[in-house]
């Protein structure tokens, strides 16, 4: 089967053969032109190919996959659910089904969410109702699977999004028995940010002489002026404050290791007069739906967070983000701090290293194929001089140049800001 050609991102939505009324929705959502991840795949999805896309998180993925899903589900109705997306996290799930609905708010398409977390009694009336499209975590659908309240023998496109994340958290053995569950003819549309071997094996078995788009890069956007500090444990918070409280610091997501350190940072923030709420595993959901639309709405300036919000979640405005501790992985670095200089703004990540980080640091510099800035604050004690994946010493940029890195991305903020 031969794709068509993607798309001109210059032409808009209006090239893609749409149904007047999903244009409508992408009209009332301020979409303009395609980003490139929708321009390379909507052309290929529409035309039934399975799709494998690589792209970082906030590049447009979810638009991708949601307007093909639309437009075949408007030509023909019937009971559904006729389309499943499956995402990693509670937070994603809500964030893929609120653009959904958005997009397909003048077609009467109906999509509902299962996860875990809260009393599934709403989720099965849901699926009673038969919706056209189901957002689900793997974990919950398989339960409502086993105990025969969810039925997927309609489906016809499966949504695989955040596979690599996914698989991280442990979800492949239940994904092989979700899959298992489909009808073999059916779409499959697979999106990753990485393509480590196992989801390189997933891939392999659920896609069907896909349509390849690779965007991802290992790298940082362009978008992020990233950097690390040099720092000893007992000052982080010290650095932290002196961060935070820049001119420059609209709003930040400060990633920490631990559930119990998210909790207790927030709270020692909080005390300290910023407006901060913390995120992370051990809170409820309706604790966690909180926090997150306190956090969109400005309500809070700072949020603590463990790495269930490193992927996929799409706040807008995020000027900056901060890593109090480096994360598990190398991979982990590029997803956390690619919560800011989103859709083409510009943001500020900032990493503290202490001296037992240096394998971490290693690793994550080969990773993405250059070294880290490194930059000092006035002040602020600084651990002995870190050393690139080269072994080569890289003197810290002074203050007073970090300044000048803070003033340049305020510069080009504002110019994003009014060119938008």
């Known amino acids: 089967m031969i794709s068509p050609s993607p798309a001109r991102p210059d032409a808009g939505f209006p090239q893609f053969p749409l149904a007047p009324s999903i244009q409508r929705g992408i009209t009332a959502l301020g979409f303009d032109e395609p980003r490139p991840i929708q321009a390379e795949t909507i052309p290929a999805a529409l035309a039934g190919r399975d799709v494998l896309g690589l792209a970082q998180t906030g590049t447009g993925k979810t638009a991708a996959f949601a307007l093909p899903i639309l437009e075949r589900l408007n030509k023909r109705r019937s009971p559904g659910p006729r389309a499943l997306v499956l995402a990693p996290t509670r937070e994603l799930a809500t964030q893929i089904h609120a653009e959904i609905c ?116 290992r790298a940082p956007a362009a978008t992020i002026d990233h950097a690390l500090y040099a720092v000893t444990e007992e000052r982080k918070r010290d650095l932290l404050e002196r961060i935070l409280a820049g001119d420059d610091c609209a709003s930040a997501i400060v990633f920490t290791r631990t559930k119990h350190r998210a909790r207790r940072l927030a709270e020692q923030l909080g005390k300290r007069g910023h407006r901060t709420v913390a995120l992370q595993g051990n809170m409820s959901q309706a604790q966690r739906d909180r926090a997150m639309s306190g956090f969109r709405a400005r309500r809070y300036d700072v949020l603590v967070a463990t790495d269930l919000a490193a992927r996929g979640l799409d706040v807008s405005g995020v000027s900056h983000v901060i890593n109090f501790d480096v994360p598990n992985t190398p991979e982990a670095y590029t997803h956390r701090i690619g919560r800011t200089g989103r859709s083409e703004c ?52 002074s203050a007073a140049a970090s300044r000048s890195q803070s003033r340049s991305s305020r510069a080009r903020r504002a110019a994003s800001r009014s060119r938008s």
């Open 102 to 217: 958005a997009l397909g708010r003048f077609t009467g398409i109906k999509a509902v969410t299962i996860f875990g977390g809260v009393s599934q009694g709403p989720q099965v009336r849901g699926l009673a109702a038969r919706p056209d499209i189901v957002v689900a975590c793997p974990g919950r659908l398989l339960d409502l699977m086993q105990q025969r309240l969810a039925r997927l023998d309609a489906v016809e496109v499966l949504v695989l999004d955040e596979a690599d994340h996914m698989f991280d958290m442990g979800f492949l053995p239940d994904l092989r028995r979700i899959l298992a569950a489909l009808p073999e003819r059916r779409q499959n549309l697979l999106f990753s940010a990485t393509m480590p071997g196992a989801i390189r094996q997933l891939a392999s078995a659920v896609l069907n002489k896909p349509y390849v788009v690779e965007l991802a890069n």
């Open 346 to 397: 510009t943001g500020i990540a900032r990493t503290f290293v202490t001296r037992g980080d240096q394998v971490w640091l290693r690793a994550t510099e080969r990773m993405i194929g250059a070294p880290i800035r490194r930059v000092t604050a006035d002040g602020i004690a600084v651990e002995p001089l870190l050393q690139s994946s080269s072994g080569t010493p890289r003197a810290a940029t």
